[in-house]
């Protein structure tokens, strides 16, 4: 957002103080529009960069429409510079009440006479934890319980990473400018801006459509047409290779979610003393079974029988519950090494390769890898702390370097393609955060690019396609107590949504941001 802002400014003589203008226009818009000014009381709480003097235009334009506003500084005034000081002094001309304050009494008094806060304390460049009056500032804010509109980003939220730096406003709307930020879409960030509305503030299209972006909002696409006289291979062919003792319910979810998202024919070949268990769960899966090691998972001797039968199917996935014996884990990475056709690695299957990345590199048939945070950490050899800290840039590195489709499991999945390019998941919910549901998730990715997507598409399709699976459930149940099944279950619905096409409130919920 810098760049943008200063090519703007520099490339096509779009001034600083328009930007400004806009900026505060675009949020007193969602304002007045979400809430009405006229005859209400309102507090803005300016802080001294140029997100205080957007809280200026605001203020300006609730006092020329017939609004009561304060304006509390939390700093020196004549700190201000460029834009923001020119807005300041023009506040200074009108009759509004423009004061600092040096304690929180003052600002507990301008919150009890309001009936809304506008939040101009800190914007996206936050970088150092919030301490001293400023957090006593949020901490009353949100204590009060009155609706709350924060300017580009709730105060107290990194831009980059959507952490909070010790203390953040918790907003009913965010109003973000030019493109939202990765902290306005990430936890708990998002969680903490309310509704999100967005406003270009004038940029030429060719800043914030630009091919050099690299990160968007993941939107579902078009599915392929379903032939009326398709049968089941027309659908697509899969092989599940997974399970263990002890490991039935991971193979079984990823074998069914396939054809519960529209693949023709599920194959899984699992240890041949649990095929049977899993059958009588699933019985529309073909059970393939696999003779096995003497801890129960799949023997390293089925290696080139496996691979006939891959011959013949559209993509194979690898790993759901497929145990951690040294001999089965030694076959996994003779699969990944000699398998061609699209290959997703899940669960175990990431385990057995995260030491042996020059297969994954070596590959020349696609490949998908699905790992949570902590096996995102195995992968890449980072902490935890580091890779949730700068987990796009991590992202991007490790799909460059390994040559594969990945997808970050958790709240808003990311989806990153080999050329770095991001996608952000906003489909989804925290009831979904339940043992079973990432293989689920396998067989819908599966599914997508044997309906006749491409790898690349099918990714993305398949991440939003969970997602919305997973919220279908949470609005028929509720999020507490959701299992894999009910996700499982509501896939085909989840399909014809899409197909249909979703409606109007759920377009909105899943654009990311609503455009000003």
Do not use: W
């Not at 696609?366 to 790992?371: A, K, Q, V």
């Amino acid at each position: 957002m810098r760049a943008i802002d200063r090519e703007a400014i520099e490339r096509f003589g779009i001034s600083a103080p328009l930007l400004m203008e806009n900026a505060g226009g675009a949020a007193y818009a969602v304002l007045a529009r979400e809430f009405g000014v006229a005859g209400k009381r309102f507090v803005v709480f300016c802080g001294l960069g140029n997100n205080g003097g957007d809280g200026c235009v605001v203020a300006r334009r609730i006092h020329a429409d017939g609004g009561d506003v304060q304006v509390v500084l939390l700093g020196d005034p004549a700190k201000y510079q460029g834009a923001a000081k020119a807005n300041l002094e023009i506040l200074a001309r009108l009759p509004v009440d423009v004061c600092r304050i040096d304690g929180p009494e003052a600002a507990r008094t301008a919150i009890d006479n309001c009936d809304f806060i506008i939040d101009a304390i800190f914007g996206t460049g936050l970088s150092r934890g919030v301490e001293g009056l400023h957090r006593d500032v949020i901490e009353l804010i949100n204590a009060a319980h009155k609706p709350v509109l924060s300017i580009d980003i709730p105060s107290g939220v990194n831009g980059d990473t959507g952490k909070v730096m010790g203390a953040a406003v918790r907003a009913n709307l965010t109003v973000t400018f030019g493109l939202p930020k990765l902290g306005n879409l990430f936890y708990p960030g998002y969680e903490l801006g309310g509704t999100l509305f967005v406003s270009h503030i004038s940029f030429p299209p060719s800043l914030h459509q630009s091919d050099s972006l690299a990160v968007e909002i993941n939107q579902p696409l078009a599915f392929p047409p379903r032939s009326a006289s398709g049968h089941k291979g027309f659908f697509g062919k899969l092989l599940t290779i997974g399970g263990a003792a002890n490991y039935l319910g991971a193979p079984y979810f990823s074998a069914l979610s396939f054809l519960k998202s529209g693949g023709g024919y599920s194959r899984l070949a699992t240890p041949e003393s649990i095929a049977s268990l899993i059958a009588n769960k699933g019985s529309e899966i073909v059970l393939v079974p696999q003779r096995e090691t003497t801890s129960g998972s799949i023997s390293k001797v089925n290696k080139d029988a496996l691979l006939q039968l891959i011959e013949d199917m559209d993509m194979v996935v690898l790993g759901p519950g497929l145990s951690l014996d040294e001999e089965t884990q030694e076959l996994a990475r003779d699969l990944a090494t000699e398998v061609t056709k699209p290959l997703l690695i899940d669960g175990d299957g990431i385990t057995a390769l995260r030491a042996h990345q020059e297969i994954l590199r070596q590959r020349t048939g696609d490949t998908i890898l699905t790992p949570h945070l902590g096996e995102m950490c195995r992968i890449t050899g980072k902490s935890l702390s580091e890779v949730d800290e700068h987990k796009v840039n991590i992202l991007q590195d490790t799909a460059e370097a390994l040559n594969a489709f990945i997808v970050l499991k958790g709240a808003h999945s990311l989806v990153c393609y080999p050329d770095r390019h991001v996608f952000v998941n906003m489909s989804g919910n925290s009831g979904m955060a339940t043992a079973g549901s990432g293989d689920v998730l396998t067989g819908a990715i599966a599914a997508m690019h044997c309906l006749g997507m491409q790898v690349r598409d099918a990714v993305r399709q398949g991440v939003f396609l969970h997602g919305l699976a997973g919220d279908l459930a949470a609005r028929d149940k509720g999020e507490d107590g959701m299992t894999a099944q009910d996700i499982l279950d509501h896939l085909p619905y989840a399909v014809k949504v899409c197909r249909d096409g979703p409606s109007d409130e759920l377009a909105q919920s899943y654009a990311g941001a609503l455009l000003v």
